[in-house]
């Protein structure tokens, strides 16, 4: 079955930077499109970026310029590197299987937090 497992979380500070990683397992990963996710407290899932199978990479608005998805299909691992993080990208990171969102599948998730 799926496995998606999300690490690499944690506190930092305003500005700072974090690369969460997911590994795959259970499904042919490089034939995959592979996303992020996250949900902040009391809002909606936020869709944050996508990767398709050619490596062709997509991301919401508010995170173009400071965050790169990218894929290592040898290892079977998802990674979102996020720079410059700012308060608001505090969330739960979700990695999931598809190239956007809602999806079938997806990992446990992982704390980010932002704060000074």
């Known amino acids: 079955q799926v496995q998606l497992v999300e690490s690499g979380g944690g506190l930092v500070q305003p500005g700072g930077s974090l690369r969460l990683s997911c590994a795959a397992s259970?499904?042919?990963?490089?034939?995959?499109?592979m996303s992020w996710v996250r949900q902040a407290p009391g809002k909606r899932i936020e869709w944050v970026s996508s990767?398709?199978?050619?490596?062709?990479?997509t991301y919401t608005d508010s995170v173009k310029g400071r965050f790169t998805i990218s894929r290592d299909n040898a290892k079977n691992t998802l990674y979102l590197q996020m720079n410059s993080l700012k308060p608001e990208d505090t969330a739960v990171y979700y990695c999931?299987?598809?190239?956007?969102?809602?999806?079938?599948?997806w990992g446990q998730g992982i704390q980010v937090t932002v704060s000074s």
């Open positions: 999931a299987k598809g190239s956007g969102w809602p999806s079938h599948a």
């Open positions: 259970g499904f042919t990963f490089s034939s995959s499109g």
């Open positions: 990767i398709n199978s050619g490596g062709s990479t």
